[in-house]
């Protein structure tokens, strides 16, 4: 039996349970965002939770394009055919489902997500023995170094951005939860190889090195080629045979992944940006491309993506609930460069602070031990972790999420740092309970940061509901005199400016919105108040024409109404909207019955239902927010008519309410001195 693959003492068995007991439960508390959901998906309408089974579907179909229109302004037309970017991987785990039933389709992210962190803690805990027997040796573990295992290995699991990412559940952060997996069980297959050639190594390194080529270019493309110029210099060094076996371990799974993107964009690793509909119709993805010459990469982007990825600023402590969170402000550009889209981008040395110091230690260790093979050996998979990281030092798109490019990193060189520092304690107890404190204190605090930044966004993308709920826990964990709160104001109109975190009531609490701090959508609804227009015909003088109930105004204006027919005591609902009317279905009225118009809003489907009585039938929509020509999100304001706008027609009369008032509203409301507070801190 081969060392590496030597039954594990029951000491170590416990502090690996131990270990990924305390990481797995805050990642899964994140990505079932602390209920009993096996299903949820980042927003109610499963945008960009569907993408990969309708990738699968398409495959089932025999082709690799996908409907028109499916992916939204994902999706690439090339030649009439639309097709996604992201690799096939993910969507090939769920073709097995999908030979069953369907009934899953656009819900099985979450799923998707946590087994892809049951295969990181698998290969991380692995990772981290085997690095341990080449820098400790097979001595039994004493109480320091399972302590300092124990706690390192949770905070690899659970204190890192995939805890972040944990909180969507949708394709954006399923690629990373998948490539993070894939590339540490590369790494610890790497390191194994070289430690111990052997055909089985040798077919498990390849099989991850394709799953990660079909899953992030990046990755995968840093991983084969590091194998094939290992496998060269194996070759070099008198070992043919295996040399060639292992060039054949990277370049057989990037041969396949080229070829799978070359068939759909034309070239071995990009994709045409040009041909993205999201590049159609914003104007300024269409000016970075111009000046970048046609791409969105390059090393001119290197010190933007230096400075806000390991800034140690990159993070912002507030005085009210979640009190850690991601940096006010969206991500800068520096040294001239022109970003395409950047986000509010926590930096890692902020949010994984712990993780990074073990990580330069363990550089520091890879370059002067030279002495011990395992260590020169540790350098091969370090060098693939580094160079995966290069998709987004050179990528004019900042985002939180791009943090996870990082996690092979840390995580390999994080347990090479910590059997180094174990190794360099004295043996005795006041410098290792010192360690073994700082080293517990880090990981409590990356948990804490992640699961508080993962909470906000979570509730932020999926709005309506949840949001409120979020910003309810937020007021009623205020402190003292409610200075320890986020800032409120007050209106007759939509928001303008603000600042992150900011709320807002519009009028008598007819809606509450929350400021994202977004450079793009830098508002979002969070409730808003039900209207109701009873409408009475009373027939006095029977002619054709529009009753006025609600005005929308926003970017454009909009008429709600209710038009009379000409000849029949019939009615229906009506949108006078600039680039056309709308209406509902004909219904009938009678003299003497009154019927209700009720406009009721749902922030997180982003509509307002205009509904009449309670007949479905009759249903209507707008829609809360609007994008302008540069794409940012603007807020509406429905109000109702006044008694101008009532029209001419005399058989009906219009009376108007408002509903319950929503429960954050009527807190907010009822806050004694909020304007004060809020001036203040204005």
């Excluded at 998707?112 to 805990?125: I, T």
């Excluded at 068939?263 to 970075?288: C, D, I």
Aim: with cysteine.
């Amino acid at each position: 039996m081969s060392s590496h693959a030597r039954r594990r003492p029951p000491r170590e068995g416990v502090a690996t349970a131990t270990g990924l007991v305390l990481g797995g439960i805050p990642f899964f508390l994140a990505l079932l965002d602390y209920r009993v959901d096996l299903l949820r998906t980042a927003v109610s309408q499963r945008y960009a939770s569907n993408f990969f089974d309708i990738q699968a579907t398409a495959f089932l179909h025999g082709h690799l394009d996908v409907p028109t229109g499916a992916l939204g302004i994902e999706g690439f037309v090339i030649e009439g055919k639309t097709f996604m970017y992201f690799g096939p991987f993910p969507a090939l785990l769920r073709v097995p489902v999908q030979l069953v039933t369907h009934e899953f389709d656009g819900r099985l992210s979450l799923v998707s997500m946590g087994l892809a962190w049951v295969m990181f803690a698998v290969f991380a805990q692995k990772l981290l023995w085997l690095l341990r027997e080449q820098l400790r040796g097979t001595t039994p573990l004493t109480r320091f170094e399972w302590v300092s295992a124990v706690v390192v290995l949770a905070m690899a699991t659970g204190g890192s951005t995939l805890t972040f990412d944990a909180s969507l559940p949708w394709v954006y952060h399923e690629v990373y939860l998948w490539s993070t997996a894939l590339l540490v069980g590369s790494c610890y297959w790497m390191l194994r190889l070289i430690l111990s050639p052997d055909r089985r190594s040798a077919l498990w390194l390849a099989a991850l090195i394709l799953a990660e080529g079909l899953t992030r270019t990046p990755g995968g493309w840093a991983m084969a080629g590091t194998t094939m110029l290992l496998g060269a210099t194996l070759a070099i060094r008198h070992r043919r045979r295996l040399g060639l076996t292992v060039v054949a371990a990277g370049a057989a799974p990037l041969a396949v992944a080229v070829v799978y993107n070359v068939v759909k964009f034309g070239h071995p690793y990009l994709f045409p940006l040009q041909s993205q509909v999201w590049t159609q119709v914003n104007a300024h993805r269409r000016e970075a491309l111009r000046v970048n010459g046609g791409t969105i990469t390059g090393s001119q982007f290197f010190e933007t993506s230096l400075v806000n990825y390991l800034r140690p600023d990159g993070i912002r402590f507030v005085d009210y609930f979640p009190f850690v969170t991601l940096p006010a402000k969206p991500a800068q550009a520096y040294g001239g460069a022109f970003l395409d889209q950047t986000y509010r981008t926590g930096s890692v040395t902020a949010f994984m602070p712990g993780l990074l110091v073990l990580t330069l230690i363990g550089l520091v260790a890879l370059v002067v031990m030279r002495s011990r093979p395992g260590v020169v050996a540790a350098r091969w998979p370090m060098f693939a972790a580094v160079g995966a990281t290069g998709g987004i030092m050179g990528y004019g798109y900042l985002a939180n999420r791009y943090t996870s490019d990082f996690v092979p990193m840390l995580v390999l060189g994080g347990f090479v740092g910590l059997w180094t520092v174990v190794g360099l304690v004295p043996l005795v107890r006041a410098p290792r309970v010192a360690v073994a404190t700082a080293l517990g204190l880090l990981c409590a605090f990356s948990i804490v940061s992640q699961l508080a930044t993962g909470s906000a966004v979570a509730a932020q993308t999926w709005g309506g509901d949840r949001l409120a709920d979020y910003l309810m826990v937020q007021q009623r964990l205020r402190l003292g005199d409610g200075s320890s709160s986020p800032p409120l104001t007050r209106s007759d109109s939509v928001p303008q400016g603000g600042q992150t975190d900011q709320l807002h009531i519009r009028g008598e609490c007819a809606a509450v919105y929350l400021n994202t701090g977004d450079r793009y959508e830098p508002w979002t609804l969070v409730e808003q108040r039900d209207m109701v227009a009873t409408v009475s015909p009373v027939f006095e003088d029977y002619r054709p024409g529009t009753v006025g109930l609600f005005r929308q105004t926003g970017l454009e204006d909009r008429l709600v109404g209710v038009e009379f027919d000409s000849k029949l005591p019939e009615a229906r609902l009506v949108v006078e909207d600039p680039d056309g009317n709308f209406y509902s279905p004909w219904f009938e009225v009678e003299r003497g019955r009154p019927f209700t118009v009720t406009a009721h809003t749902t922030p997180e489907t982003g509509q307002t239902r205009l509904r009449v009585d309670d007949a479905s039938a009759y249903d209507l929509y707008l829609a809360t927010s609007e994008w302008n020509a540069d794409w940012y999100n603007v807020q509406a304001a429905l109000s109702f008519t006044g008694a101008a706008e009532h029209g001419s027609v005399r058989h009906a009369t219009v009376s108007s309410e408002l509903g319950p008032v929503p429960e954050l509203c009527a807190h907010l409301d009822g806050l004694d001195g909020w304007s004060e507070a809020a001036a203040g801190r204005s």
